[in-house]
């Protein structure tokens, strides 16, 4: 693989948003935020008002449905931005994240937008070291205390973190997983910065 894929994973309140975001505005990188895909997909299920446990119509969905996540998250042309960050949608994620065909079609389109664009990317999301990009030129696992990421996560109750976490982690599908040869960082007590810092210094090791 000649282009050059950072990639970023880890559990939820970890950082990887924030830092993948800075990462790529520092070097003027492309970014992908995966897991707004998901999230994007969640919202048009609960609009449309299918069943969490209807897989196919979900799986149709995903495969038919047009994503874009930046400057603002959109799905078929709606403006889910907000709504993707609301509780129903931090509810529900988990659960459509975990349907295979779904993850298929939406990992699919992250390789073909990493292979779409010109430069360098950072692309962040629970699978992106390990089942998106198993070759990325530098794998980054950040991790941080619960209690860190409970904090961080002001706007999602504690307890919904918690069931998060373990959704994710214990699913047949792509669970959570720190990549081999994944450059491991605890974010607890570093600054944004300082976490960009070590990416940017085991990158230039790297390239
Ligand atoms: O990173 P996040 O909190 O925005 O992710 C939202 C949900 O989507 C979370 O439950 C994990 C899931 N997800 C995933 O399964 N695979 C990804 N590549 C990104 C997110």
């Known amino acids: 693989m000649s282009r050059v894929i950072v990639a970023i994973d880890g559990p939820g309140g970890s950082g990887k948003s924030t830092v993948a975001r800075g ?3 520092r070097l003027g990188w492309a970014y992908l935020d995966t897991g707004a895909m998901y999230r994007a997909v969640t ?8 069943r969490l446990d209807d897989e196919d119509a979900i799986a149709r969905l995903a495969a038919a449905c047009v ?3 930046v400057p603002r998250v959109t799905i078929n042309g709606r403006d ?12 529900a994620v988990s659960a459509v994240a975990a349907i295979p065909a779904v993850r298929v079609a939406m990992v699919a389109r992250q390789r073909a937008w990493a292979d779409a664009q010109p430069g360098a990317v950072v692309v962040e999301g629970r699978d992106t070291t390990t089942v998106v990009f198993p070759l990325a030129t530098l794998k980054v696992y950040l991790t941080a205390s619960f209690t860190e990421r409970a904090r961080r996560r002001d706007d999602e109750d504690a307890g919904a973190l918690g069931r998060r976490d373990q959704a994710d982690a214990d699913r047949p599908v792509s669970p959570l997983r720190r990549a081999a040869g994944a450059l491991v960082i605890d974010t607890t007590n570093l600054s944004v ?8 210094s085991c990158l230039r090791t790297s390239t």
Do not use: C, M, P, S
Not at 43 to 50: C, N, Y
């Open 23 to 25: 990462l790529a505005a």
């Open 80 to 91: 889910v931005h907000e709504e993707v960050r609301g509780d129903a949608v931090n509810a």
């Open 67 to 69: 994503i874009a996540t």
């Open 43 to 50: 919202a048009e299920v609960l609009r449309t008002g299918l």
């Open 193 to 200: 910065e300082a976490v960009i810092e070590e990416i940017q």
